[in-house]
């Protein structure tokens, strides 16, 4: 998620401003962002017809507006209330560098998969239930499902089960950062420059984790 020093880091949008429309709702803001991506990231201005272009405009307009695009939304105006065709080009560029900084600031607000190795079905109960509601979660119960799902899915951290240590010699060449997950700092003592969590599993310590 984009975090507030991000938030406040536009170029082209007046995140501030867009905040007061929505009485200060980030979660609220960002999906209208997000939506505002999703609706026009492939309009192509030069193909409407007339009754298009001027609905889409006007659409536009407004939501620019609400969502602090005040430049955007002083062109759209002059072009949807003075039919100044001529303004189109300055319209398609603006939106352009809107939708480009958008897309590059929200390319990371999308959930991490998280692969977890261990055949202790309890451990899996409980990291499923602490990480499923904001992650992707993939389990695996052996190394040949593991190596498979880190060959097919962007697995972006992987949860290790200590007693499964015979894996982490195939999987630490990956590139993903590994957590083990242990009962005993002893059964870890002969790894060097690794990173764990303890049991019990603590959600704030997992994330800490996960996103470190």
Wanted: aromatic share 6%; charged share 30%.
């Amino acid at each position: 998620m984009i975090n507030k020093k991000e938030l406040l880091d536009f170029k082209y949008i007046d995140t501030k401003l867009g905040l007061q429309y929505l009485n200060g709702n980030e979660e609220l803001y960002f999906k209208i962002l997000k939506n505002f991506v999703n609706r026009y990231k492939d309009l192509k201005i030069e193909l409407l017809d007339d009754d298009k272009l001027n609905s889409t405009i006007h659409t536009i307009k407004g939501l620019s507006a609400t969502l602090g695009m005040t430049e955007l939304t002083q062109i759209a105006t002059t072009i949807n209330e003075t039919n100044k065709q001529n303004k189109l080009p300055e319209f398609s560029k603006n939106l352009k560098f809107i939708l480009e900084e958008l897309q590059a600031k929200l390319k990371d607000d999308k959930p991490k998969i998280i692969l977890i190795i261990t055949d202790k079905i309890i451990d899996i109960d409980i990291l499923v239930e602490l990480l499923g509601d904001k992650h992707d979660v993939i389990v695996a119960l052996d190394k040949i499902t593991a190596l498979e799902a880190i060959e097919a899915e962007e697995i972006s951290t992987i949860l290790l089960e200590v007693d499964m240590i015979d894996i982490y010699d195939d999987i630490k060449s990956k590139s993903i950062p590994i957590i083990f997950t242990i009962d005993n700092l002893e059964k870890i003592s002969n790894i060097n420059s690794i990173d764990y969590i303890t049991k019990p599993f603590n959600k704030k310590e997992l994330e800490k984790h996960i996103n470190n």
